[in-house]
Structures are given as C-alpha cells and as structure tokens.
C-alpha cells in the first residue's frame, strides 16, 4: 500500500545529542515537509521541499536541519542547538503544491 | 498574516447529538479550505476539503461550506458516534508564490460518550 512511514516511533535524545527522524514515501509525491505539534496548539512548520534537491525554511527552522536526496525521502536532525526539542514530529506530503497533504503517523521525541 | 480560529474544546456530546464545531479564518488571497481529524497517538487524516467560495466538502457524514463572506468553514455532522472522538483541526492553504503554506488552527477535541 501506498502511504509515509516515519521512523521511529519513539525517540530519545541525550543532552548534546543530534537524532534523525525518517520520512519516506511511495505516493510519488514531489513536495515533502516537516511539521512540529505541541500540546494544545496547532502544526507549525519546520522544514518543506517541493522539488528532490531543493528545501525551504518554514516557521520554526532553527535548529533544525533537513536533506532531500531523494524524491522519497525527507529526513529530518534535531541538532543540540534546539533547546526544547520534546514535541511530536509530524512528515508529511502532497503530489504538487497546490494539493492536499498526506501525513505520517508521527514521531515522539523525547529528552532523557 | 494568514491565520486560522477554531473554537476551544473540548467539546462532550452524547452519542447521536448533532455537532458543530467553528473555524474561521483570515488569508490574503483566496485559500483552499481542509479539516483534518487526528486520533490519540496518529498523524493527521484529511476528512474533507473545498477550494472555493461555496464548494461543500463532505465525507464520513461530515460537511463543511466554503463561507467567503463570513470567512468561515465549520464543521458539522448530524449524528456523532463514540468513534469520532478525536482533535479536528481547520486549515487553510495558499499559494504565495513563493511556496504554499498549510496554516493550522490549534485543533478541537471532542469526545463522544454513549
């Protein structure tokens, strides 16, 4: 079946640590993005590429770090410089812009 | 900027009860409109969507109007079941030019009991 899978589940990070999230899709989408939810407020916008090789800041980009190799995939760090990084990750992707977006079934990070 | 308003949950209703949740938003062109729907521990799942002024997006016995006039795309079903329980979360998405942005309004739980 088509769909996003984002790995792990669950994660944990050291202070000092960076840690990457997976994001891979077979939908054959071209855009791709990464979203952070936190308790009681809405997706705010990581990270987001529309086109393999080429990738755009979003709201909260600081500290955060993203590649895309590879149409299917989006990985995204979270380095050490991003302080409170404990939130639920949220990947998702759309065929074009302009088109509705699909979402994986999320990330937990967490700080030890 | 491009902003998105739901209404505070969360929302308790007995099973069967008519639901109504508000979203209102506020763009700078013209967005397309989407509610989503997030059950514990998932990602977010498309429930329905319109890309115009009038347009009725529907599905699973949901519907939302495209209001232009009143910025405003709630959500309604008219029977609920304890498996709608979940956060239902508006969204507009506009095409700047320079990219395309999905804004969120900050989500609505809602809980069904029997």
């Known amino acids: 079946d088509g769909g996003i899978t984002q790995s792990p589940k669950y994660l944990f990070r050291k202070e000092g640590q960076n840690v990457t999230l997976s994001c891979e899709q077979n939908?054959?989408?071209?855009?791709m993005y990464w979203y952070r939810q936190d308790p009681g407020q809405g997706l705010r916008l990581i990270y987001y590429?529309?086109?393999?090789?080429?990738?755009q800041k979003g709201d909260i980009a600081e500290g955060y770090s993203v590649s895309r190799e590879k149409k299917e995939s989006f990985p995204l760090t979270v380095t050490s410089a991003q302080k409170n990084p404990t939130a639920f990750y949220l990947c998702a992707s759309s065929p074009t812009v302009n088109q509705p977006q699909h979402f994986g079934d999320g990330t937990r990070l967490s700080i030890l | 900027g491009d902003s998105v308003t739901q209404m505070e949950g969360p929302v308790t209703l007995s099973e069967e009860a008519f639901l109504t949740i508000n979203c209102t938003y506020t763009?700078?062109?013209?967005?397309?409109l989407f509610w989503y729907v997030q059950y514990p521990g998932e990602g977010l799942q498309l429930l329905l969507k319109a890309t115009k002024a009038d347009d009725k997006g529907s599905n699973k016995g949901f519907e939302a109007t495209y209001r232009k006039e009143t910025t405003s795309f709630h959500l309604e079903k008219g029977s609920v079941q304890v498996s709608d329980s979940a956060v239902y979360f508006c969204a507009l998405l506009l095409f700047t030019g320079g990219g395309n942005k999905l804004t969120f309004g900050t989500g609505t739980q809602l809980k069904v009991e029997l």
């Open positions: 590429s529309h086109i393999v090789n080429d990738f």
């Open positions: 763009a700078t062109g013209y967005p397309s």
């Open positions: 939908l054959n989408h071209d855009a």
